[in-house]
């Protein structure tokens, strides 16, 4: 019988794998095991050795290799775990292959002389070898700094007696130095300042006897009548929180007013041939608003703001917001899709992506369920809503007052009744809260047109006319009211 013939070594290779390894092993045979068993034969020992090979025509990775890295760690860390031995702060890796205990056979390995252990005592020791390990004292040093300047900030903000320290002492000129040093950078960009701002602060309306139409959708769970007062108490909330500057343009070099409004009057044209809903439109221009608040733009890139601001609010708003090339088609290809994604990142970062507005829409739909959802009242309430978008006067006003004031208006216009206990209730402004931005409604109506696209989007019949007839009751009824008309349109004057 012909003996059998070891089986040859076979390079183990894989096409498909990144880290390409070659594997060369000798075969060991029981008759050489039993011969280095007995020490016989222990100069003809035979060795296993693992090289990585790296094809020149393969790219390496972004990063290295980092699986080989990580092989080479958990072989070392398996090497000093079979050989009793701790791994010492500053040694490293040693690149040996794994040794083979079954048999008893020690292979020689290839290693690096571990360097002597130190005591890391001073922070140039640290980075030199690049150990996370303090010394005692280093560790008891920082702790004692650390604690001294919590005390120094907790003592300047709770603005308490002088501190009887020295160490409190410093610590406070050298943050009031550095307060009043980083000062001049930051008047650099504007900030829009809460304290500076001519925001209307309205008093509780008074509680009268009101019907619960709540009440009515205990059965319907789209309704979520158990919560609806405390949804719209957190939304009012929100108000203050996501109103601009109005005077922002006091701080924009190259812009006006009436720049201003010829970007709004263009977003409504591009809102309407997108079809997008109500609430991406006021969104948009809240976006636009507070981003002016904060930055200083320049007139060529003001459109720029404004297609951003509307690619945003639709991505927050729809359910299928168009797509960026679209936007960058109404803007007549004056922006690449490049520039509007860069633009859409920084709007997002100066607002710290807070998009929680609370819209208009929202409110006028709570004010409608005391109108009976009337169809009619609340068309002419939309258009009358969108005129606080074009006008820069209803900019001090918040979101609940201008629909509250839309509704009053509406309501009078289609002689709908008196402002009830129940719509004060549902609106939560009396009639006398709402007077203010009624009578600015009605000074906007009684002049020119000066919106073209607005004016014709409720001038068609899908809108009933709203804003012609609108403005035809305005113009027989603006004195009656206590408004003036002066002979030059406010947003042609110069700031």
């Given amino acids: 019988m012909q003996a059998r013939r070891a ?66 760690e958990a072989r070392g860390a398996d090497e000093n775990k079979k050989a009793g031995g701790k791994k010492t702060a500053g040694s490293k890796i040693a690149l040996s292959t794994k040794a083979a205990a079954a048999n008893g056979v020690t292979k020689q390995t290839r290693s690096t002389k571990a360097a002597p252990i130190k005591n890391v005592g001073s922070a140039e020791e640290l980075k030199k070898n690049g150990s996370g390990v303090m010394a005692p004292k280093t560790r008891k040093r920082v702790a004692a700094i ?102 922002y343009m006091d701080h924009q070099d190259d812009l006006q007013w009436k720049m201003r409004g010829i970007l709004v009057d263009w977003l409504i044209e591009v809102h309407t041939r997108f079809r997008l809903l109500p609430e991406t439109l006021f969104l948009a221009v809240n976006i636009v608003d507070r981003f002016l608040s904060s930055k200083v733009v320049m007139l060529d890139k003001l459109q720029l703001v404004g297609v951003t601001a509307m690619f945003i609010a639709a991505k927050y708003e729809e359910v299928f917001s168009p797509h960026v090339q679209y936007f960058r088609h109404v803007a007549d290809d004056g922006f690449t899709e490049e520039e509007i994604l860069r633009a859409e990142r920084f709007v997002l970062s100066t607002l710290d992506y807070n998009l929680s507005y609370p819209n208009p829409m929202n409110f006028l739909r709570r004010i409608s369920k005391a109108d009976q959802y009337d169809f009619q009242t609340r068309t002419v309430a939309k258009y009358l809503m969108e005129i606080s978008l ?81 403005r035809q009751w305005a113009k027989r009824n603006a004195k009656a009211h206590g408004v003036e008309i002066t002979a030059e349109p406010v947003e042609e004057d110069s700031r």
């Avoid at 719209?232 to 109103?243: G, K, S, V």
């Fill in 7 to 72: 089986p040859r070594l076979r390079a183990a290779s894989n096409a498909n794998d990144e880290n390409k390894t070659t594997t060369t092993t000798t075969r060991l045979t029981r008759a050489k095991a039993a011969a280095l068993s007995t020490g016989a034969a222990a100069s003809k020992l035979s060795t296993t050795t693992t090289t990585t090979a790296v094809p020149n025509n393969r790219k390496r990775a972004a990063l290295g290799d980092v699986s080989n890295v990580v092989k080479a």
């Fill in 146 to 247: 650390t604690a001294a300047n919590s005390k120094a900030k907790k003592e300047v903000v709770e603005n308490d007696a002088p501190t009887t320290t020295a160490a409190a002492a410093v610590a406070t000129k050298t943050k009031v130095a550095a307060v009043q040093a980083v000062a001049p950078k930051a008047s650099a960009e504007v900030e829009p300042s809460h304290a500076t701002k001519k925001v209307r602060t309205k008093e509780p309306a008074a509680r009268l006897p009101h019907n619960d139409l709540d009440d009515e959708d205990a059965d319907d769970p789209l309704m979520v009548s158990e919560y609806v007062n405390e949804i719209f108490d957190y939304l009012r909330e929100l108000e203050p929180a996501t109103q601009p500057n109005p005077d």
């Fill in 390 to 470: 074009l006008d820069h006067r209803f900019m001090e006003f918040m979101p609940s007052h201008v629909a509250a004031a839309a509704m009053y208006l509406s309501r009078m216009m289609l002689e709908r009744g008196s402002w009830d206990a129940d719509l004060v209730h549902y609106s939560d402004y009396t009639e006398e809260q709402v007077l203010p931005v009624f009578r600015l409604m009605i000074d906007y109506l009684a002049r020119p047109v000066k919106h073209e696209a607005f004016f014709k989007k409720y001038a068609s019949k899908k809108f009933m006319k709203a804003s012609i007839h609108a």
